[in-house]
């Protein structure tokens, strides 16, 4: 099964829909009042260009050691010194994100579930990794 030609394809009929990416922000907020919280004063159109480039580079994260960089940049700016994401809150946020794909998404199936997860896992991997990192250097400080 080609993950990426999959991913690909779901990703462009899901940009088709006008409020594909509105539609995640509703389903992460959902899950937890605190998350909601944390966007009370983000620029929300600016934040929606920030994710469409995140996706990019989470693609890209598994063939491009620049790719890996910027991944390892955005973890920094979500751990205990920024936004304060602990590393469970990706797993939340991945399945929302495949929640507002199955949503937006008119061929949405198991399949189509697993290419977007299996075409994102280095890129979460090392989100959760340095974000988890964070936390415990910091604990340790403390100590
Ligand atoms: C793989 C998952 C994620 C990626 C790739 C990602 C990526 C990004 C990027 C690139 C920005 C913009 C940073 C900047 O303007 O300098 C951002 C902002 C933000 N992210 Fe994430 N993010 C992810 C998950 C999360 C999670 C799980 C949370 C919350 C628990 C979160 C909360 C935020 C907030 C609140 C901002 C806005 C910060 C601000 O402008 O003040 N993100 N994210």
């Not at 790719?67 to 590393?87: S, T």
Request: proline share 2%.
């Amino acid at each position: 099964m080609d993950f990426h030609q999959i991913f690909n394809d779901s990703y462009q009929r899901c940009q088709r829909h006008p409020q594909f990416f509105q539609i995640f922000y509703r389903n992460f907020w959902q899950q937890e009042e605190r998350f909601q919280k944390m966007f009370e004063n983000v620029d929300m159109t600016r934040q929606i260009k920030m994710l469409k480039l995140s996706i990019l580079m989470i693609m890209l994260a598994s063939t491009s050691e620049e790719a890996k960089d910027n991944i390892r940049r955005y973890a920094r700016r979500h751990g205990p010194d920024g936004i304060g994401a602990q590393p469970e809150d990706f797993d939340i946020w991945i399945d929302s994100l495949l929640k507002a794909v199955k949503e937006c998404d008119t061929h949405y199936n198991s399949d189509i579930d697993k290419a977007w997860r299996t075409c994102f896992k280095t890129g979460m991997e090392i989100m959760k990794q340095e974000t988890q990192l964070a936390h415990t250097g910091k604990i340790t400080q403390q100590h």
